[in-house]
């Protein structure tokens, strides 16, 4: 093992050597963490953070559990890995599919693997697009997906993803994506500017997926994709009839739906997959981050039965990851989802969920800045703006905020859009959800020039 670097040297080397997502080469902090334990982390000065995060979203079970670190160690020893393509495969995979399977929405039977959200989303455009070529619809090449979405960063996912930011400079992204307005009901504006009911706002979004259809018609589209919940874009719910017409739309023109549930499934709305919460069943489901709670990087998607039976047609679905299926990963896999079981995490991110809310509304909900605060189960968002009657954007410091409330408090959480998002372990403590809210109220009551608190 090599020598431990002091955390100087560790700063410098990373500041020599680490390409970071979204950091700018002149920038000179780094948080470099060397140890986790339920919802704290360690970093290598010997600071202590509360994650309230869940890393990106996905720490389901919390950090450092020894019984998933000696799954790992045991499956290594006795097979470390080996290809899933053609007939191959190994016994772990094939628990982890029927495992799945058994908590899918009926008819989700087939299980395609990936190492991650953004090969999860390229496969199921991929699939999606092959399926009706390969019942003769060839046509069928246009997806749908809406702005504010985030579908990682391939270059399908990526192109449906409907932030211009992760657009620009990377240009000609994928053709044939059209993007529709999310549902977003506490954005009037985008409703034409009236305050309405749910069901108003979901009359307003079918009518414009309709018109879009038949812009594009029906026949020349493959699929629609959506998170059931849009993460990046600020934690947004949609109304509860939304998901079912968007389905039923959907169906009448022969158009798939892919759910994108990377954030929402493993019990991070208090379901195994949020197409539960909604009581919708998609044609497939693509999930990540929670299916290992980050202890390894593991995707899967959920194919409905009529779809793999197609793709599995003559020679087959003719992609694959060097990963598909990887035994490690699967039994590590296995053992969360034995944790999230055996220690009731569904019904615990409803009700831990439920009071993080509550205490979101307590502490902050007096602040003039404090738009809007919104969840389900444990995704939470609180909207920040400058004006709670016009419902301006907070412009500016907004951004800073996430980063001053983790250097000064110890708390980390995240800005997206306009809003501060929470997605916590779903183990967090009544204890631990007072301290982030305490640590948030802190931060904004000092660092905002409000005068009114
Ligand atoms: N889809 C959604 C909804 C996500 O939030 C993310 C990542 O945050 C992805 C896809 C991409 O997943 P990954 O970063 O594992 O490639």
């Not at 390409?19 to 140890?35: K, S, W």
């Not at 211009?164 to 549902?183: C, D, Q």
């Not at 504006?189 to 108003?200: H, M, N, S, V």
């Not at 509304?361 to 444990?378: A, K, T």
Request: hydrophobic content about 40%; aromatic content about 8%.
């Amino acid at each position: 093992m090599n020598t431990p670097l002091a955390p100087a040297q560790l700063a410098a080397t990373d500041r020599a050597h680490i390409i970071h997502p979204y950091l700018p080469g002149t920038a000179e902090e780094r948080v470099i963490m060397t140890g986790g334990s339920g919802c704290r982390l360690t970093d290598a000065e010997g600071r202590s953070y509360l994650d309230a995060t869940g890393g990106l979203w996905l720490a389901q079970i919390g950090h450092g559990r020894e019984e998933i670190a000696r799954v790992a160690y045991d499956q290594m020893k006795q097979l470390e890995y080996f290809t899933s393509f053609w007939e191959f495969s190994n016994d772990r995979a094939v628990e982890l599919a029927a495992r799945l399977a058994s908590l899918a929405p009926e008819g989700l039977g087939h299980v395609y693997f990936t190492s991650g959200g953004s090969e999860g989303n390229e496969a199921a455009i991929k699939m999606a697009r092959y399926y009706h070529h390969r019942r003769g619809d060839t046509g069928r090449t246009w997806i749908l997906a809406r702005h504010k979405a985030y579908h990682g960063i391939g270059y399908g996912g990526g192109s449906a993803t409907g932030f211009p930011v992760y657009h620009e400079g990377f240009a000609p992204m994928m053709p044939h994506v059209s993007h529709l307005t999310p549902p977003w009901p506490y954005r009037k504006e985008l409703f034409g500017g009236q305050e309405r009911t749910p069901e108003q706002v979901t009359n307003f979004l079918i009518q414009e997926l309709e018109e879009r259809i038949a812009e594009i018609g029906g026949e020349n589209i493959a699929a629609m994709i959506g998170e059931p919940i849009m993460g990046v874009g600020g934690m947004l719910v949609p109304p509860p009839d939304y998901w079912p017409r968007v389905r039923e739309v959907l169906d009448r023109h022969g158009i798939l739906l892919i759910l994108d549930e990377v954030v929402t499934a493993y019990g991070r709305v208090g379901q195994w997959f949020a197409a539960q919460y909604f009581g919708i069943t998609p044609d497939i489901i693509v999930t990540a981050k929670g299916i290992t709670s980050g202890y390894i990087p593991l995707g899967a998607l959920l194919v409905g039965d009529h779809v793999a039976e197609v793709l599995l047609r003559d020679h087959g679905f003719p992609m694959g990851y060097t990963y598909n299926g990887h035994p490690v990963a699967a039994a590590v896999a296995l053992a969360n989802l034995d944790i999230i079981e055996r220690e009731g995490l569904l019904a615990r991110a409803t009700a831990i969920g439920g009071h993080l809310h509550r205490e979101l509304e307590s502490q902050l909900g007096d602040l003039p800045i404090v738009g809007e605060i919104r969840s389900v189960g444990m995704m939470l968002a609180v909207e920040l703006v400058a004006d709670r009657k016009t419902r301006e954007p907070l412009p500016m410091l907004q951004p800073l905020l996430p980063d001053v409330i983790r250097r000064e408090s110890g708390v980390i959480v995240r800005d997206c859009a306009h809003s501060l998002v929470l997605s916590p372990p779903l183990i967090m403590t009544e204890t631990e959800a007072k301290e982030t809210v305490t640590a948030m109220r802190s931060v904004l009551e000092r660092t905002l020039p409000t005068g009114e608190i």
